[in-house]
């Protein structure tokens, strides 16, 4: 479900490309020194947006360096790391422990198990440096799943399941942001969710599975139906996303907010209409 907060590359500068990946590579090597390597093959992108996010509202002092790494022992990376890149790759081994353990127990997926075994050592140090997140991502997990066994046919329980996730992840900490945090977080993802069922839907229902638009009694895809819910929920995450003091890094946050998240949404709708037409 995660993969869909990324930038859209090709509307960056070569200094902002370049600041973008030496985040992620920061998380990344953050996982590596506080769980392992078998670890790092988890990282998502969404998790660079986290710490863009959380870096531009509290400017911490940075770490940056290059290095070769095992992914890339030819040439050297820079990296860049903070206290944001470590609680975002903290995040990052949270979410896909409890995902991997739930996609165990409902699909018995080996590979899920074996990734699961994995990351289970780190968990007992995350579950106590972060009991409001790794509680709200487990009991999240477990809901969405209770969900989509019951066929759930309204949309909003669980989008807004997986909204409630995402807007405990936003809040590092209780303070005065809080507030806008929680409902970026929350419509953020709302939009998630919804944006992965737009764009499963086909294979979901050739393949019989949940989707909360199947659900709901739709029988062919309508994506302008879907791009009125998608619309109004990226707008009232925007809309709380402005209200933050944000100045570094803004240029790449705006990306990937006004442009990045709808990238592979925008594709799969041309390929389905290309496909139509012929």
């Known amino acids: 479900m995660f993969g869909?907060?990324?930038?859209?590359?090709?509307?960056?500068?070569?200094?902002?490309?370049?600041?973008?990946?030496?985040?992620?590579?920061?998380i990344c090597r953050d996982i590596r020194a506080s769980a392992s390597q078998t670890a790092r093959l988890s990282l998502s992108y969404d998790m660079v947006f986290l710490a863009l996010l959380l870096e531009s509202l509290y400017e911490p002092e940075t770490k940056t360096g290059s290095r070769a790494c095992m992914l890339h022992p030819c040439s050297p990376r820079g990296w860049s790391s903070s206290p944001y890149t470590a609680y975002a790759?903290?995040?990052?081994?949270?979410?896909?422990?409890?995902?991997?353990?739930?996609?165990?127990?409902?699909?018995?997926?080996?590979?899920?198990?074996?990734?699961a075994k994995a990351l289970k050592p780190q968990m007992?140090?995350?579950?106590?440096?972060?009991?409001?997140?790794?509680?709200?991502?487990s009991r999240c997990i477990r809901e969405l799943s209770r969900l989509e066994k019951e066929n759930c046919s309204n949309p909003d329980l669980p989008a807004g399941c997986f909204g409630s996730?995402?807007?405990?992840?936003?809040?590092?900490?209780?303070?005065?942001?809080?507030?806008?945090?929680?409902?970026?977080?929350?419509?953020?993802?709302?939009?998630?969710?919804?944006?992965?069922?737009?764009m499963d839907f086909r294979e979901d229902r050739k393949k019989g599975r949940y989707n909360p638009f199947?659900?709901?009694?739709?029988?062919?895809?309508?994506?302008?139906?879907?791009?009125?819910?998608?619309?109004?929920?990226?707008?009232?995450?925007?809309?709380?996303?402005?209200?933050?003091?944000?100045?570094?890094?803004?240029?790449?946050?705006?990306?990937?907010?006004?442009?990045?998240?709808?990238?592979?949404?925008?594709r799969k709708q041309k390929r389905d209409s290309r496909e139509e037409s012929e």
């Open 4 to 26: 869909f907060v990324n930038a859209s590359m090709d509307e960056l500068t070569e200094d902002r490309k370049k600041r973008y990946t030496q985040v992620y590579c920061g």
């Open 165 to 198: 996730l995402m807007e405990e992840l936003l809040v590092y900490r209780t303070d005065h942001w809080e507030g806008y945090l929680r409902q970026m977080g929350n419509a953020l993802g709302r939009f998630i969710y919804l944006c992965d069922g737009a």
């Open 124 to 137: 007992p140090g995350l579950e106590q440096r972060y009991p409001r997140q790794c509680g709200a991502i």
């Open 214 to 266: 199947l659900a709901m009694g739709m029988e062919q895809e309508d994506y302008q139906r879907w791009d009125q819910y998608l619309i109004l929920t990226m707008a009232a995450c925007t809309r709380a996303y402005e209200m933050l003091p944000l100045v570094q890094d803004k240029e790449i946050l705006d990306n990937i907010l006004y442009s990045g998240v709808w990238l592979q949404y925008r």
């Open 89 to 115: 790759a903290d995040m990052n081994v949270a979410l896909s422990y409890y995902k991997c353990l739930d996609d165990w127990q409902d699909d018995r997926k080996a590979v899920s198990l074996l990734m």
